[in-house]
C-alpha cells in the first residue's frame, strides 16, 4: 500500500545530541511536511518542502532543519535538542492542490534524556 | 487571521446514540475543510473533506460531517457511535493561498458500552 513511513517510531537521545528523524513515501507527493506535536495538542507545523522549494515557518527554531535529497525522502534535523522538543514528530504529504488532503505518518515520539 | 476553534475539549458518548464534534472556522475566502482523526500514539487519519458542492460530506467509517456557511460550521456527525470511534478529532481549514492547514485545537471523543 502507498504510505508515509517514519523511522524510528520511538526516538532517545540525549540533551544537546543531534539527531535525525526520517520519512519516506510511496505515493509520489510533491509536498512533505514535517510537523511537532505535544500531549494532544493540534500539530504545529514547522516547515515544508514543495518539491525542492524549502518554506520554513516563522516561529521555528533555528535548532530544526530539513533536508529531502529527492521525492519520497524527507529528513529533520534537531541540532542540539533541548528538553522542550521532547515530542511527536510527524511527516506528512499532500498533492500540491490545495483541495487534496495531507497524509500522514504514524510519527516518532522523540524522548530527550 | 485565519482560525479554527473546536470549542469542546471532550465529548462523551454512550455506544449506539448519536454523536456531534462542533467545529468552526474563520477565514477569508473560499475554506477547503477537513476532519481528521488520531488514535493514541498513531498519526492523523483523513475522514473527511469539503471543497464545494453538496453541504453534506460523507466521509470513512460512517462519518459525515455538514458545512453551514452562514455559520462558519463543519460539524462532524455519526448516527450511531462504536466505542472503536474513541479517539482525538481535530479540524482543519486551507485557505486558497499557501496550502497551509490550520487545524482546531482537537475534541477527546469517548464512547462507553
Known amino acids: 500500500d502507498a504510505m508515509v513511513i517514519q523511522n524510528p517510531r520511538y526516538q532517545v537521545t540525549q540533551f544537546g545530541k543531534p539527531v535525525t528523524l526520517s520519512c519516506s513515501q510511496t505515493?509520489?507527493?510533491?509536498?512533505m511536511y514535517w510537523y511537532q506535536q505535544k500531549s494532544s495538542q493540534a500539530p504545529k507545523l514547522l516547515f515544508h518542502?514543495?518539491?525542492?522549494?524549502?518554506?520554513n515557518e516563522a516561529d521555528t527554531p533555528d535548532n530544526f532543519q530539513s533536508r529531502r535529497p529527492n521525492t519520497s525522502f524527507c529528513f529533520l534535523d534537531i541540532r542540539s535538542p533541548g528538553l522542550g522538543d521532547a515530542a511527536m514528530y510527524l511527516c506528512?504529504?499532500?498533492?500540491?492542490?490545495?483541495?487534496?488532503?495531507?497524509?500522514f505518518g504514524d510519527g516518532t515520539r522523540l524522548s530527550i534524556l | 487571521a485565519q482560525s479554527v476553534a473546536q470549542p469542546e475539549d471532550q465529548v462523551n458518548v454512550a455506544e449506539g446514540n448519536p454523536l456531534t464534534v462542533k467545529c468552526t472556522y474563520s477565514?477569508?475566502?473560499?475554506?477547503?475543510l477537513f476532519w481528521y482523526v488520531q488514535y493514541p500514539n498513531r498519526g492523523l487519519q483523513f475522514l473527511l473533506k469539503?471543497?464545494?458542492?453538496?453541504?453534506l460530506v460523507k466521509g470513512s467509517y460512517g462519518f459525515e460531517a455538514e458545512f453551514n456557511k452562514s455559520q462558519t460550521s463543519f460539524h462532524l456527525k455519526k448516527p450511531s457511535a462504536l466505542v472503536s470511534d474513541s479517539a482525538l478529532y481535530f479540524c482543519?481549514?486551507?485557505?486558497?493561498?499557501?496550502?497551509?492547514?490550520?487545524f482546531g485545537q482537537g475534541t477527546e471523543l469517548s464512547v462507553k458500552p
Open positions: 506528512a504529504t499532500s498533492r500540491a492542490r490545495n483541495n487534496q488532503p495531507q497524509h
Open positions: 505515493l509520489n507527493h510533491n509536498v
Open positions: 518542502y514543495y518539491d525542492k522549494d524549502f518554506n
Open positions: 477565514v477569508s475566502g473560499n475554506p477547503y
Open positions: 469539503y471543497i464545494t458542492g453538496d453541504n
Open positions: 482543519a481549514v486551507r485557505v486558497n493561498q499557501g496550502g497551509k492547514l490550520i
